[in-house]
């Protein structure tokens, strides 16, 4: 019994200790230790890696560094990051593992930003492109519009001027308002704002633009001209990680514009002599000879325009870190640049601050921002009145500060044109702040509230100065005029308010997926502002208000309270991925429109058909991995026009002098100054979307394209009432409709050749735009576009709205070149009696037998038919490069310069003129500048050029640094980069920049604009 017991007992003991042994082996552990890096050589900061098939997991730290204790049995370790590709890697009875995690192009594009939320870029059923922040941050600007050009399609942006500071403009999809701005709705972390918030683009991570009707309808009053959200930078988890920006540039910009010389401009003003007086050449010479203003100084004004050279300085430093609770992200940057025409200068500081928390069912996001600017603008006339200013008279001092001596009063008005482009002062400082709250809560399973509250505050200050000084003719009379000397302030501030507050609801049965959101939303717009000034600066040292002596001035700006409110309800819904439908419905009201209109409905659909994901589908899977059709119908509206525009305002000042029983006296009084209009009502947009998004070769080649529709109704346009009605303002008016139709086609590929690493991406867009309405404006109806040659308007307006052709097309008087003989000479004075030899033939173009307005025709516009981008960027081991190719082909520009050059008499080109002894000669003959004579004016075809380009935006070449080197610095990177920007251009325009910007009345006009300049730079990126 003993040896029996003894027998078992020694079974169970060795049944234990085996049974400890397979327990000890168990729980042995393995140290594994490695590096995580992405396909450039950075290391990855805050890269999860986990066991697969447990909870068991590490994040690298700021040298992308990590430690794990794994479980001899484990086998697999999982590497993931947002943005690069996820990787398993067998473990295999290794120490230590380093990963290189590859971009995953797709990955990147996974989550968009649609209005009040966000999906999967396959489940968006829109218009909707994205621009991640490393697609602008190659770019060294001020301006966010002049990074996005090239890089969607279907988006238009020109630059407004090249001056340091000045907006681009955008168009998304055309034009959506004859009258009113067309600028894009922008979007910050949802905060809905008032016109280009102007920030840095070393704040964003990500841009997505919405293009269609569908898209922008959640956004109904405000989303005619499309909307660009702006997701700015958020917090990683994980150590603090810092990261360094510094660049330096400098600018150069080409003097096209040949003038006379002083030798030159003598022969050219002895023909004049001839032209206006028909004497003989020597006769001519003596009459110039006799004026005391020719004594040939030989000064030219315009290379004192120009400050090649001009430096260029951007300064960024994001921090960046957190918990599994709260991260941050705090971004501060220095933007520093002179601009290429002397007198110009811009400065921006700006820092923002994102913090977000996050913890059980409550989510916070909160922001602030801070951004301080200088800009010191150049006179608008800078090009122009150095043109005009005659190389034969004496040289001037153009500080302002000495007197002036004439031969004639003729000289005065070009004189003082210069001297007040080159002495005056014109400088702007403008602080902005905006601050945004964000609460998400989770009230039960599927079902979220959120609420967000953002506040921005903008003041800025203008002061405007133009020194004084004395001007005397040779005879000594005093022609000094004390009111073109003066101090000017303008004072604004602009406040913002927004809340929305909301509920969203998802569920999920089998493969349906349901989502439902309503959302309240409320904005308040407030702008205050004044004007103050006087005349007669008696000492130029003293440039504030008091300075001035006469006239002293002060008027409110337009001020107003603009209130919109609106209540927002939008179903998404899908089926197991493959088939999409989304439909909003958004009521908006606005303070802007009288009782009666003041409500507007803008409702949207659009659908989805993931057509890969069939089961007929698989046999093409392999080349063609993804394929989806969307299509979708929206609506929105435009209420971008004056507010109070309803209404009728009265003002006073119309004082009269009335007589009671002889005795006369001064009555005050006021009057109404513009008309009530309150049958105004919402400008609507409708607009149609068909496309479809392809990837093939494992997603890469990715192929995008688009066709839409838009159809404006209610037009909004200012009229301008009859002289008899007692008003001189425009009353605003719904007159017509307009339609935009466009094509959209985006194509991408990405590869990996032998280690180097490359990627394209090409964008074509057309876009059509006619106005196919306009109640009661038969023919043609003239913009306000101040006209080409500055200080001739009457002789020189160019562009007109008009039924089937597009908005601000340009309509000309046609010629037909130089009266070069007698025969034609006769044949033309049976249409202008008065006409000359050497005169511009104009076209009688409705054969009327007479030249009048109605000889206007089109010819063309400064829009273009078509655009196109190209994108290519490349790395092999440490070096990188990119490049940005942009053309716009099939507009037109008038070349105002060069009018007024030919106007003013100043053109090179006048040397060739008709003349007897030059009659084969295409240049008309001068006598005088716009206003006196019909061969220079600004309204005819003579200055109509071809405004096609194509150039080559930026190109970078990088190095980074090895990391061996690196660590040893102390530093997780450092790469160094040459940039060029603007470097070259192929254009057949011959004026100083084919890029000419500006409202729609003056898109096309180049009138002596600030041009785009060629810019150097030299850069670095620090990462610690």
């Not at 002599?273 to 009459?287: C, H, K, P, T």
């Not at 000309?812 to 009266?819: E, W």
Request: net charge neutral; aromatic share 10%.
């Amino acid at each position: 019994m003993k040896n029996y017991f003894m027998k078992h007992l020694q079974i169970i003991f060795a049944m234990l200790f085996v049974s400890m042994m397979v327990s000890a082996i168990h729980a042995q552990t393995i140290k594994i230790t490695g590096t995580v890096t992405d396909d450039t050589g950075m290391t990855v900061i805050g890269a999860a890696i986990k066991v697969k098939g447990s909870n068991k997991g590490t994040v690298t730290d700021i040298d992308g560094n990590y430690k794990l204790k794994v479980d001899q049995n484990d086998r697999v370790l999982v590497f993931s990051y947002m943005g690069l590709r996820t990787q398993n890697v067998a473990i295999k009875n290794r120490t230590k593992i380093d990963v290189v995690m590859s971009t995953d192009s797709k990955m990147l594009e996974d989550v968009v930003v649609i209005g009040y939320g966000s999906v999967r870029k396959k489940e968006v059923t829109g218009a909707v492109a994205q621009i991640k922040s490393d697609d602008i941050s190659k770019y060294v600007t001020a301006d966010l519009g002049n990074a996005l050009q090239g890089q969607v399609s279907g988006v238009n942006v020109v630059a407004g001027s090249g001056e340091p500071g000045e907006g681009s403009q955008i168009l998304i999809r055309g034009i959506s308002s004859v009258s009113g701005s067309n600028t894009p709705l922008y979007v910050v972390d949802g905060v809905p704002q008032e016109g280009d918030p102007r920030l840095s683009t070393n704040e964003i991570q990500s841009i997505d633009v919405l293009k269609d009707a569908a898209s922008c309808a959640i956004y109904g009053t405000r989303g005619a001209a499309g909307v660009i959200l702006i997701t700015t930078k958020q917090g990683k988890s994980g150590k603090m990680a810092i990261s360094l920006n510094t660049s330096y540039g400098i600018q150069h910009v080409d003097n096209t514009m040949p003038l006379l010389n002083a030798e030159e401009q003598t022969y050219a003003d002895i023909l004049k002599f001839y032209n206006l007086q028909g004497v003989s050449y020597d006769e001519a010479n003596l009459n110039l000879r006799k004026l005391t203003s020719n004594f040939y100084s030989d000064e030219d004004y315009l290379s004192k325009v120009f400050n090649n050279d001009a430096a260029v300085q951007n300064y960024s430093l994001n921090l960046s870190g957190g918990n599994k609770t709260t991260k941050y992200n705090v971004t501060a940057g220095w933007y520093d640049a002179d601009g290429v025409i002397i007198n110009s200068n811009f400065q921006r500081f700006n820092t923002r601050a994102n913090v977000a928390y996050s913890k059980d069912r409550l989510t916070i996001n909160a922001s602030l921002s801070l951004s301080s600017e200088d800009r010191n603008r150049a006179a608008g006339s800078m090009i122009n009145s150095a043109l005009r200013y005659n190389p034969t008279r004496g040289k001037i001092d153009l500080s302002g500060n000495s007197d002036f001596e004439l031969a004639n009063g003729n000289e005065l008005s070009s004189l003082q044109s210069l001297v007040a482009a080159f002495s005056s002062i014109d400088k702007e400082h403008r602080d902005v702040s905006s601050s945004n709250f964000n609460l998400q809560y989770r009230l039960a399973q599927g079902l979220q509230f959120s609420s967000r509250l953002g506040l921005s505050y903008i003041h800025s200050r203008r002061q405007k100065f133009s020194p004084s000084y004395k001007v005397y003719l040779s005879d000594g009379e005093d022609k000094t005029d004390p009111t073109k000397s003066y101090s000017m302030m303008i004072n604004a501030d602009r406040m913002s308010l927004s809340y929305d507050a909301g509920l969203t609801y998802k569920k999920t049965l089998g493969k349906n997926h349901l989502t439902a959101m309503a959302v309240v939303t409320t904005e308040r717009y407030k702008f205050n502002g004044f004007t103050a000034g006087r005349q007669g600066i008696i000492n130029n040292q003293i440039n504030v208000i008091n300075g001035g002596s006469i006239n002293p001035s002060a008027s409110s700006a337009d001020n107003y309270v603009n209130t919109l409110f609106g209540s927002i309800g939008r179903l998404q819904y899908d089926w197991d991925g493959r088939y999409l439908i989304s439909a909003s419905l958004r009521c908006d009201g606005s303070s802007k429109f009288a009782k009666e209109n003041r409500w507007g409905y803008f409702p949207s659909v659009s659908t989805a058909w993931n057509v890969a994901d069939e089961a007929f589908w698989k046999p093409l899977r392999s080349t063609i991995n993804s394929f989806k059709l969307r299509g979708s119908y929206g609506t929105t509206g435009n209420q971008n026009f004056d507010a109070y525009s309803a209404a009728a305002s009265i003002v006073s000042g119309y004082d009269a002098v009335l007589s009671n029983n002889g005795t006369k006296s001064v009555q005050y009084g006021s009057a109404m100054d513009t008309y009530a209009n309150p049958t105004v009502k919402w400008e609507t947009t409708k607009q149609i979307n068909i496309g479809f998004d392809m990837g093939m070769l494992d997603n890469r080649i990715t192929v995008s394209a688009e066709y839409y529709r838009s159809d404006k109704s209610d037009m909004l346009f200012p009229i301008v009432p009859a002289n008899s009605s007692g008003t001189f303002n425009n009353v605003i008016m719904n007159i017509g409709n307009m339609v935009n139709k466009g094509v959209e086609l985006s194509v991408g590929y990405r590869d990996n050749w032998s280690g180097v690493k490359w990627g394209s991406n090409f964008t074509f867009s057309t876009n059509e735009n006619e106005i196919t309405k306009i109640n009661g404006l038969g023919g043609y109806t003239m913009t306000d576009d101040s006209g080409l040659i500055i200080g001739s308007k009457d002789y020189s307006q160019c562009t007109a709205i008009a039924e089937g052709y597009e908005a601000g097309a340009f309509f000309l008087y046609k010629t037909n070149g130089v009266i070069k003989n007698d025969e034609q000479l006769t044949a033309y004075k049976k249409i202008v009696p008065t006409a000359k030899l050497g005169d511009l033939r104009y076209i009688d173009t409705n054969n009327d037998g007479k030249i009048s307005n109605l000889d206007r025709t089109y010819c063309g516009s400064g829009l273009p038919d078509y655009e196109i981008g190209y994108n290519f960027d490349a790395s092999y081991h440490n070096f990188d490069f990119s490049m940005n190719w942009y053309a716009a082909l099939g507009h037109e520009i008038m070349n105002g310069a060069k009018a007024v050059a030919y106007s003013e008499g100043r053109a090179k080109g006048l040397l060739y003129q008709w003349s007897p002894s030059n009659t084969n000669s295409d240049i008309p003959s001068y006598r005088g500048n716009a206003k006196s004579d019909e061969n220079y004016r600004g309204y005819t075809d003579y200055w109509l050029e071809k405004g096609d380009y194509l150039r080559l935006k930026n190109v970078t070449l990088g190095y980074t640094l090895p990391k061996s080197i690196s660590r040893k610095l102390s530093i997780s990177s450092l790469r160094f980069y040459l940039t060029g920007q603007n470097l070259l251009t192929f254009t057949e325009y011959t004026g100083y920049d084919p890029e000419v910007g500006g409202s729609i009345k003056n898109r096309g006009l180049d009138k002596g604009n600030y041009p785009v300049s060629a810019m150097y730079i030299i850069g670095a990126n620090i990462n610690f």
